[in-house]
């Protein structure tokens, strides 16, 4: 029996007892019958989460091009691997097929090996959703460069960090993107973060939104021409398993952000495996994962994970309320998409909108829906369960992280009976573990407590680019031989298990995981800033918004508030980019804090979440009287 494609409950249990059991000889199995090797492992799995230190399919030699495109050639060469929507609807959609891709994607790897990108060189790509992002994340993994993608909606300063962080020699862009009903000067973003990364010798730039813009002589190309030029046929680079595939940047609870570092082997096993089970992907499906290529989903499951299952894959430039808010339906229509992937931020926006829209529209394709970025809560997901999948296409609200490269726990469509804001089981070879804060696992069902992993998975990060000190100090020190998730959980009567959300200072707005400490860092820059503290407050929409406490200087306190307000948001805009706005911003007297002098945020989000009555122990407060001030003055 093959363990590849399970299709009922008690083969779930069947098959993840064995890869619990027998880890090892699971994943050989899983490896050996479903990919191209060009020489096999010399050991399976070497681990050590106290060093950390994890190999996966050591010795082994491949490409991971060659399992995505090479080997579907023969078989799939006209079926279409990349389908792009633009973001007009009147635009023609293109079908890329896998012999095209091949094509495509060997010529870009031929220009950059003209531009002198070589095996394990770091290439920036920040483009928006059209075909050229896929195209070049591909095209680096065929010459073994090491991709570093940044959402295009990331500031010039967020950009740069990125740049000089991974050290980048070159950078790919498009001349701006279209978003909407507006255009975005991509390249004007780029040239601004080039002035401070002196690592990039190469700008190549796509054409998109075909405006002026500066080219520097000798540093900046137009992409079209190089292509134009190129020979189709590009050999693929031969990797170990362990080389690094790509690095792709996360926030911290802290400053800077964790450049989290993904290998070849073991992510292309887990991502194909958990792709072709969490959606049941048939043959002739049509596949769409609404995400963003510069986000680990966009990764695992619209680039890697369905071209290695030889799968239709849609790529969608647009946004979800553009022309309308039947956007989204009009494309599952269209392409008689059978799985949908989306954000519950999305499905709340959608919602809003009433069901009229949906009646427009043909949706009887849907097979499989699907939710990611963060918990889902219990009105949308009954709205997307009745009014987008008929109550006939299971929901799976999927768990998982940058860091993990593939979905953990989640419900597998047709196979686990499905529970509202609950992601169910975990996935084949995944070892969840709920801890106290004594460091003790607990035991059993009905209980709470934070979330670890004690089993090395394939797609698991390896390290953090260029400071393994800090990987081992954020995941792998709180709890002993443990990888900690930073998230809470509790498992309920029958063993399925709902995520509470994050334990330290990451708050999830839209989807996006945005860290406390850069936000404070860019508001404490405002001269007429003294302090400032963020936390997250519920928000319909968005799932958790931003609410910044904020005491002032003498010199701001005389200020214009509003105006203070609007400075204050542009600053967080310029550095971390319009994601980290703050929706409410309170001018305090002070904060509150203990008397080692930290900030007490537990306090600052029950303020902000309405729940003054249950605000704890305030008695260790070096100044208890602020507390009721901002109370007081809550918006």
């Known amino acids: 029996m093959s363990n590849y494609h399970i299709k009922h409950l008690e083969e779930y249990y069947q098959v993840y007892r064995k890869s619990i059991r027998e880890p090892e000889s699971f994943w050989e199995e899983i490896a050996e019958e479903h990919f191209l090797w060009r020489k096999k492992w010399d050991s399976v799995l070497d681990w050590d989460f106290s060093k950390p230190e994890i190999s996966w399919f050591k010795g082994a030699k491949l490409n991971i091009t060659e399992n995505c495109i090479d080997r579907h050639l023969t078989t799939r060469g006209d079926k279409t691997a990349i389908l792009f929507e633009p973001n007009h609807p009147d635009e023609v959609a293109e079908h890329i097929s896998y012999n095209e891709l091949y094509k495509r994607v060997n010529k870009f790897a031929n220009v950059l090996k003209e531009q002198g990108i070589k095996k394990g060189d770091r290439v920036c790509i920040y483009v928006p959703m ?11 993994a065929r010459i073994g460069a090491i991709h570093s993608v940044v959402f295009a909606g990331f500031s010039a300063t967020a950009l740069a960090t990125r740049i000089n962080d991974s050290d980048c020699k070159m950078v790919i862009t498009s001349d701006g993107s279209f978003r909407g009903s507006k255009t975005i000067d991509l390249k004007g973003i780029v040239d601004e973060a080039l002035e401070s990364c002196s690592c990039v010798e190469t700008v190549l730039v796509a054409k998109r939104i075909k405006t002026e813009i500066y080219m520097k002589a000798g540093r900046d190309q137009w992409l079209a021409p190089l292509l134009a030029k190129a020979s189709d046929v590009c050999a693929p680079e031969i990797m170990n398993a362990e080389d690094p595939l790509f690095i792709l940047y996360t926030s911290g609870s802290t400053g800077m952000p964790k450049g989290m570092v993904h290998t070849t082997a073991g992510y292309m096993v887990y991502t194909a495996y958990t792709f072709k089970n969490a959606f049941q992907y048939k043959e002739n499906d049509v596949y769409w994962c609404t995400a963003d290529i510069g986000w680990i989903t966009g990764h695992s499951y619209i680039v890697y994970g369905p071209l290695a ?24 229509q269209k392409h008689k998409v059978n799985q949908f992937y989306t954000a519950p931020t999305a499905i709340r926006a959608l919602a809003k909108q009433g069901t009229d829209v949906i009646d427009h529209y043909d949706l009887s394709s849907l097979k499989v829906l699907g939710s990611v970025g963060e918990p889902i809560n219990e009105e949308a997901w009954h709205w997307y369960n009745e009014n987008i999948g008929k109550k006939k296409s299971p929901i799976i609200d999927s768990w998982w992280q ?11 469509p047709y196979v686990t009976p499905t529970k509202p804001t609950y992601a169910t089981l975990p996935f084949i070879g995944i070892q969840p573990a709920l801890m106290d804060e004594n460091g003790n696992e607990l035991k059993g069902n009905q209980v709470e407590g934070r979330l670890c992993i004690k089993f090395p998975w394939p797609s698991i990060a390896r390290t953090i680019w260029g400071n393994h000190q800090r990987y081992k100090e954020t995941y792998f020190s709180a709890f002993d031989n443990k990888y900690f998730t930073g998230d809470g959980a509790l498992r309920d009567e029958v063993g399925y298990y709902r995520i509470t959300g994050r334990v330290d200072d990451v708050i999830i707005v839209s989807g996006h995981n945005l860290g406390t400490a850069p936000i404070e860092d860019a508001i404490n820059e405002h001269p007429a800033v003294a302090e400032s503290a963020i936390v997250g407050f519920p928000h319909d929409i968005k799932g958790s918004a931003l609410y910044g406490y904020i005491t002032l200087k003498d010199t701001g306190e005389t200020r214009n508030h509003d105006n203070l307000r609007t400075e204050i948001n542009q600053l967080i805009t310029d550095r971390i980019g319009p994601i980290a706005k703050l929706d409410k911003m309170q001018f305090t007297n002070g904060l509150p804090k203990t008397r080692s002098g930290k900030i007490m945020r537990r306090i600052l989000r029950k303020i902000a979440s309405n729940e003054t009555d249950s605000l704890g122990d305030t008695s260790t407060l070096l100044n208890q009287e602020v507390v009721q001030d901002i109370i007081d003055n809550a918006l």
Not at 310 to 325: I, Q
Not at 402 to 412: A, L, N, Q, W
Request: aromatic share 10%; with cysteine.
């Open 309 to 332: 299952n030889g799968a239709t894959t849609v790529m969608f430039e647009g946004v979800p309320s553009y022309p309308d808010y039947g956007r989204f339906w009009d494309i599952v």
């Open 130 to 140: 059209i075909p050229e992002l896929a195209i070049s994340v591909l095209a680096c």
């Open 402 to 412: 940058t860091e993990t490269g593939g979905i953990m726990i989640s419900p597998i």
